[in-house]
């Protein structure tokens, strides 16, 4: 059934579907870990210095849910990195040298340092010290930053390779590893890829303390929870705007063709007008029903109104990425950056009228903002990945010549059970971690062992302190 089902597929297709389906499903979990994490460790750290219960409820409210999504995210990323050795034989042969290191250090400095620690964050609270806790829960939060650094150094280098030569049997090797790991694009991505992910946990926690606070506004829990989401939203959303910016301009000096695709720029010219909406259209090279600014694209790019923006029109036509991708997904993106920028600078004007927790209309909107940022990391990295085609390593290497020589319906008889089999599984840790956080943050049980011991009147109000 399934060789008449793929009979007459493309497998070069079928390859490429399969990794960005299992990638869409991998980020999404260390775009979430990364920014729990490092919650976690400020709630476990202004626990110690407070003494507030409402820290310790919140930290173990959210220690189960990091458990599960640390879980799904290493068992997802472990099933993607195989098809490097299945689909794309002929990439890992040529680019190894340089990516089998890279990806090394990720599991010799970052796994290790998760795993090392993990255990006692998850077990070791009231076994081992307080301090030995906190230390091993920063183990873990800087290991999943550590990941990040070294993976993305990877996707980087495919975007924009230094630091290389190639040898005698056409594979890259290193010639400046310094070069390889920090890479023109590499700290822009970096930075632009973990505020998202810090961006990403505080809408997940946002919308999980508006759906609480909906129920029960005196919720004291939700309440600690809403804020701190709210405070990382105003400060951390307008930064990722300005980043997101000198990443796009980075994106114009080294992917030009990447960056025509992102604004529908199929005609080099000055005074290029922004496109706001529109339909790009590949055969007429043109987009239809445009809604545009006109020269604010020259503004944005070369901070000129007159300067001449570069079109697709100044590469092959075999070189172009396929633009209505990349078009959408990049609005999709931004828009919903700038719609966390507007819920930051809302809930920060409530604030200041000492609304904050009674604003109904604020908390129905954080609950559907609540997975924006899984949305708009997946349309990030539809941007990066299919805007870079079609190249696998910028300018070096095709796509079509990186993929194994195998038939369609070996690579479509395993896409069909990635399918399947993720649905069942992710399925149920999803549906497992919502119900986690529909639970009463408030109801969270701490032991009597674990309970701070106020002295005094001072230490009684500073458990009981309110925002």
């Known amino acids: 059934m399934v060789e008449s089902l793929f009979s ?3 497998a070069l297709f079928l390859a490429r579907v399969q990794f960005a389906f299992t990638v869409a499903f991998h980020i999404i979990f260390p775009a979430f870990t990364i920014g729990i994490a490092s919650y976690l460790a400020v709630l476990e750290g202004l626990y110690l210095k407070t003494r507030n219960p409402v820290y310790q409820k919140l930290l173990r409210y959210w220690l189960k849910i990091f458990a599960v999504a640390f879980g799904m995210g290493v068992v997802s990323g472990i099933v993607m990195s195989y098809q490097f050795g299945t689909n794309w034989a002929v990439f890992s042969d040529k680019a190894g040298p340089v990516i089998g290191p890279l990806m090394g250090y990720e599991v010799l400095t970052a796994f290790f340092l998760e795993a090392g620690f993990l255990g006692v964050m998850l077990f070791g609270m009231n076994r081992v010290g307080e301090k030995l806790h906190f230390f091993a829960t920063l183990m873990v939060a800087v290991g999943t930053a550590i990941s990040a650094f070294w993976i993305l150094s990877v996707n980087s280098w495919m975007q924009t390779p230094a630091g290389y030569a190639m040898n005698d049997v056409g594979q890259f090797v290193v010639e400046d590893w310094f070069a390889v790991v920090f890479n023109p694009s590499f700290p822009y991505r970096l930075a632009h890829m973990l505020l998202a992910a810090y961006l990403t946990t505080a809408f997940v926690v946002g919308g999980v303390a508006a759906w609480h606070l909906l129920k029960e506004r005196s919720n ?3 309440r600690k929870m809403f804020s701190m989401a709210m405070w990382m939203a105003i400060l951390v ?9 000198l990443h796009g301009l980075n994106t114009q000096e080294h992917q030009p063709a990447k960056v025509a695709a992102m604004e529908g720029h199929f005609k080099s010219e000055t005074q290029a007008p922004l496109y706001l909406f529109g339909m790009p259209n590949m055969e007429t090279a043109e987009v ?5 600014v006109p020269g604010l694209a020259s503004l944005i790019l070369k901070h000129d109104v007159n300067a001449e923006v570069t079109g697709l029109d100044a590469f092959p036509r075999e070189d172009w990425p396929p633009v209505p991708v990349v ?8 828009g919903l950056g700038l719609l966390m920028v507007v819920i930051g600078i809302w809930a920060g004007v409530q604030r200041a009228r000492g609304k904050l927790y009674e604003s109904s209309w604020l908390h129905k909107s954080a609950l559907l903002m609540a997975p924006s940022g899984f949305i708009a990391v997946i349309a990030g990295w539809i941007v990066t990945e299919v805007g870079r085609q079609p190249w696998v390593i910028q300018g070096l290497l095709r796509t079509e010549d990186a993929a194994s020589p195998i038939a369609a319906e070996g690579v479509g008889g395993s896409l ?5 089999v993720y649905f069942f599984v992710f399925g149920a840790g999803t549906f497992y971690i919502l119900r986690k956080m529909a639970a009463n943050p408030e109801q969270v049980h701490i032991p009597d062992y674990a309970k701070p011991k106020p002295v005094g009147m001072a230490a009684e109000r500073l458990m009981h302190e309110e925002d």
Do not use: C, S, T
Not at 288 to 292: L, M, P, Q, R, V
Not at 327 to 334: E, G, N, S, T
């Open 288 to 292: 239809d029903y445009a809604i545009k």
């Open 8 to 10: 007459n597929a493309d």
């Open 220 to 222: 004291a829990a939700a």
């Open 327 to 334: 078009f959408w997904a990049f609005r999709i993106m931004v």
């Open 416 to 420: 069909l059970a990635f399918i399947i």
């Open 237 to 245: 959303a307008p930064l990722q705007v300005f980043v997101g910016d």
